[in-house]
């Protein structure tokens, strides 16, 4: 199990993408207590692995009253997957994150934060939700696989929560620049895994030979 714990592990990083998480944290909580940081660094990453663990057990069943078959959502999580990776190969990700920071400053007044935008839709959006229902259907039937991807999910935002209460020390001994440089390389990595998951939803269509 421990290269399943592995590979899990590396798409959940670069799905939740923590270290490029950490200016957009540092912005949205500018000017709290550290106590504070450490409540919503906290709080936000266990609302964004509840909301995880919802669509990990629940997800298909949203699938099967919509009729929707799991290589159709293979294909389209693929492609989801593969748009993040593009928006984090050219910068774009940062952009859009940067953005719903300062709208959920002005309309959410700083106090759900750690709902909005931490946990939805920064943790748990959608490359999030479709990666924990891919992976869960990968090993269905498993429970040792099931409960190695939950572990790697809540390892990921035990990690992401760690980085958020050290926000402003991690910004300072990396740089901006390297975390870009990070951000870019997982989304070479991410894109890969998009395209692994599109052809096995092919694959499962159309069976080889």
């Not at 939740?16 to 106590?35: E, H, K, R, S, Y």
């Not at 924990?132 to 935002?157: E, F, H, S």
């Amino acid at each position: 199990m421990i290269d399943v714990l592995l590979n899990a592990l590396v798409v959940f990083f670069v799905v939740i993408d923590p270290i490029g998480l950490v200016p957009v944290f540092i912005g949205l909580t500018q000017g709290f207590t550290p106590a504070a940081r450490r409540r919503i660094a906290v709080r936000g990453c266990l609302i964004a692995f509840v909301i995880i663990l919802f669509f990990a057990y629940f997800g298909e069943i949203v699938l099967n009253a919509l009729s929707i078959e799991m290589p159709a959502f293979r294909i389209a999580g693929g492609a989801l997957l593969f748009w993040i990776a593009f928006e984090m190969l050219f910068e774009k990700r940062s952009e859009r994150k940067s953005k719903t920071a300062d709208e959920a400053r002005t309309e959410e007044e700083a106090r759900h934060i750690a709902v909005f935008p931490m946990a939805i839709p920064l943790m748990a959006g959608p490359g999030a939700i479709t990666t924990i229902m891919l992976m869960m259907d990968r090993y269905g039937g498993d429970m040792v696989g099931q409960g190695t991807v939950l572990a790697a999910a809540a390892l990921v935002l035990i990690g992401s929560a760690i980085l958020f209460m050290a926000s402003e020390a991690v910004q300072k001994a990396l740089g901006q620049t390297i975390i870009h440089t990070v951000s870019r390389v997982l989304g070479i990595v991410l894109a890969a895994l998009a395209a692994q998951t599109i052809i096995a939803g092919i694959t499962a269509i159309y069976p080889p030979g």
